[in-house]
T-cell receptor
């Protein structure tokens, strides 16, 4: 695709429910990143994929959060037993190979609201 | 320790004037990249400029330049001839190389809100 696509753009759920957020990176980009951004804050790193594997998942806050990228393209961020504190904008980004000098291309984000 | 520090929560500038947004970073790696992104109220993240740790010249992209002072570990963004459309949140970010503790991922600062007055 032309850019990084994230769906849905908005997700409202109830506390305790399960949600899935989808990211479709730029075609051919092997590196994919998930970030979480709270209002007025910088994006907070969650997980980084190289191809199908998670190269760095140190940012996942706890075991309720999980992400997959089974075919090295589309990625899904899964949150179990959602809590009100999970409310934030979840940003996905991709880059061609993940090398140090590559800029990240960001999607428009998914605004998650947990009621 | 914070990897990226932006000490200015908010900055104001008059239209057509220049403004400098501060950024300091912390790394023991010799190979790293520094980035600036702009985030308008619409929420999109827009790449502005990149500086590699081995680059001898300061990076420039149109009205944006990066004042890179390696010994001080600072990478300040300079916006010349400010425009009303420059009003946004600005983030400094760093990606470390293989020797870094956070290799691969881009680590962001807390951001600076820039307001351009007419």
């Amino acid at each position: 695709g032309a850019g990084v696509s994230q769906t849905p753009s908005n997700k409202v759920t109830e506390k305790g429910k399960y949600v899935e957020l989808r990211c479709d990176p730029i075609s051919g980009h092997t590196a994919l990143y998930w970030y979480r951004q709270s209002l007025g804050q910088g994006p907070e790193f969650l997980i980084y994929f190289q191809g199908t594997g998670a190269a760095d998942d140190s940012g996942l806050p706890n075991d309720r959060f999980f992400a997959v990228r089974p075919e090295g393209s589309v990625s899904t961020l899964k949150i179990q037993r959602t809590e009100r504190g999970d409310s934030a904008v979840y940003l996905c980004a991709s880059s061609l190979t993940g090398s140090t000098n590559e800029k990240l291309f960001f999607g428009s984000g998914t605004q998650l609201s947990v009621l | 320790a914070q990897k990226i520090t932006q000490t200015q929560p908010g900055m104001f500038v008059q239209e057509k004037e220049a403004v400098t947004l501060d950024c300091t970073y912390d790394t023991s790696d010799q190979s790293y990249g520094l980035f600036w992104y702009k985030q308008p109220s619409s929420g999109e993240m827009i790449f502005l400029i990149y500086q590699g740790s081995y680059d001898e010249q300061n990076a420039t992209e149109g009205r944006y330049s990066l004042n890179f002072q390696k010994a001080r570990k600072s990478a300040n963004l300079v916006i010349s001839a400010s425009q009303l459309g420059d009003s946004a949140m600005y983030f400094c970010a760093m990606r470390e190389g293989l020797g870094g503790t956070s290799y691969g991922k881009l680590t962001f600062g807390q951001g600076t809100i820039l307001t351009v007055h007419p």
